[in-house]
């Protein structure tokens, strides 16, 4: 079966502007995540959506959003782009509810000049 | 603050050897325990999941053990192999937000 798909796979932007990624996560699975890997941040959690609804989110800036539709797909939104935002995004999908694990896909990298 | 430490940060082995690593974590909710390996520039594959009902998983030569009690997993790879070299990171799930360690970054030489 198809894992979780993230598109795109690469990407530059200017400072100041805003981008969207894009999540499809794995078929019937009904939860999405989003992380930021960074070399000196490690994977930090960004958010987590369930069945349309935000479940959780981490410690970033209200200018990092997302949202999911109703096919489970989910987007995230970075507006006013710092130098900063410069990571590879990855989401991962999981069954249900957490206790299922999460499988992840192979990321976005982000590069903000 | 909830946290998940890896020990240690990094590792480099002869070919062959048995290996452990180390994840723990300070917060005594964390139910569910994963363990990911990631290749450069790559996303994540899942290893191996504890479930909260759990206390071991094994996959071929890997082994994951769980001791909520005292906030420590621990992954055993055997006989270690040059394709085992990438970085390997724990991820601790609780009921609010989901916490990965910094990873421990294997190099198995031939």
């Known amino acids: 079966k198809a894992g979780v798909t993230q598109t795109p796979r690469y990407l530059i932007k200017t400072r100041g502007q805003q981008v969207t990624l894009s999540c499809s996560p794995i078929s019937g699975h009904r939860s999405v995540s989003w992380y930021q890997q960074t070399p000196g941040q490690g994977l930090q959690f960004l958010f987590e959506?369930?069945?349309?609804?935000?479940?959780n989110k981490g410690n970033f800036p209200g200018r990092f959003s997302g949202r999911q539709f109703s096919n489970s797909r989910s987007e995230m939104n970075v507006s006013t782009l710092e130098l900063g935002d410069s990571a590879l995004y990855l989401c991962?999908?999981?069954?249900?509810?957490?206790?299922?694990?999460?499988?992840f896909g192979s990321g976005t990298r982000l590069t903000v000049v | 603050k909830q946290e998940v430490t890896q020990i240690p940060a990094a590792l480099s082995v002869p070919e062959g050897e048995n290996l452990v690593l180390n994840c723990s974590f300070t917060d005594s909710a964390i139910y569910n325990l994963q363990w990911f390996r990631q290749d450069p520039g790559k996303g994540l594959t899942s290893l191996l999941l504890i479930q909260s009902s759990q206390r071991e998983q094994t996959s071929g030569r890997l082994n994951a053990s769980l001791d909520k009690s005292s906030g420590r997993s621990t992954l055993y790879i055997a006989a270690s192999q040059p394709g085992d070299s990438a970085t390997y990171l724990c991820l601790g799930v609780n009921t609010g937000k989901l916490i990965f360690g910094q990873g421990t970054t294997l190099q198995v030489k031939p």
């Open positions: 959506y369930f069945s349309e609804t935000q479940r």
């Open positions: 991962a999908s999981s069954l249900i509810d957490r206790g299922y694990g999460y499988t």
